[in-house]
């Protein structure tokens, strides 16, 4: 099956400080991808939707300026926690559907963030 | 908008015995997509079974089968010959039928321990 990759698997950053979270289709295209965050033992909650080439759309309650997603590639989304506070320590997944597929969808392993 | 409910927050199974999951779902939508997917440990995503709306036939993928009831909107997921890899969080997901993108709802999530 298809491969999608996320980098860094594991960051520790300090209280006010950036992070950047990337989403990659490694053997196909998409033209949208979604972020997800999870709480431990709790489901995926969507925070965004990516759009290639436009902007993203966020859920409601997602702080759009705190959480900016870009999606300049077809094969890269990221995800940049600006600001980032102890209480934005979480497991953030991503998922891309490959262009043209109905219902297919391929989940990143997640990048477990802490915020110091 | 659509909700998906899964009423089981922990199961346990001896291993190779059989196990049910249960999820019920709300939506208007006449055409949709029902999904199981597994999230070991690992915390990676991995799809466990598919099922189309329109097909009155029930998915099975070897010790994977779900029991699609539309009218009652229900879609449990059993799985047979339980083995200890099964050991995993699995959650229920509902998609609309669409095109190309979109999005997953879940539910809460049943954690499924097999025992040996």
Redesign the interface.
């Known amino acids: 099956g298809a491969v999608v990759s996320q980098h860094p698997s594991w960051v520790i950053c300090k209280s006010g400080t950036s992070v950047k979270i990337e989403c990659r289709s490694l053997d196909f295209q998409?033209?949208?991808m979604?972020w997800y965050r999870?709480f431990p033992?709790?489901?995926?909650m969507?925070m965004a939707?990516s759009n290639e080439g436009s902007k993203a759309t966020y859920e409601q309650g997602v702080e759009k300026d705190k959480f900016l997603i870009n999606h300049a590639s077809l094969t890269l989304s990221t995800l940049t926690v600006t600001s980032a506070h102890p209480e934005d320590s979480s497991?953030y997944?991503c998922?891309a559907?490959?262009?043209?597929?109905?219902?297919e969808?391929y989940?990143g392993?997640?990048t477990r963030l802490t915020v110091t | 908008a659509q909700t998906v409910t899964q009423s089981q927050p922990e199961m346990s199974v001896q291993e190779a015995e059989t196990v049910t999951l249960s999820c019920t779902y709300d939506t208007s939508e006449s055409n949709y997509y029902l999904f199981w997917y597994k999230q070991p440990p690992s915390r990676q995503m991995i799809l466990v079974i598919r099922q189309e709306a329109y097909k009155q036939q029930n998915a099975t993928e070897n010790r994977f089968s779900v029991n699609f009831q539309k009218a009652a909107k229900s879609f449990s997921l059993k799985i047979s010959d339980s083995q200890l890899g099964d050991t995993a969080m699995y959650f229920c997901a509902f998609m609309k039928h669409g095109t190309s993108g979109s999005r997953l709802t879940f539910g809460e999530g049943t954690q499924l321990t097999v025992n040996p």
């Open positions: 998409a033209t949208t979604f999870q033992k709790q489901s995926l969507l939707t497991f997944i998922s559907p490959p262009a043209g597929e109905i219902y969808q989940f392993p997640g």
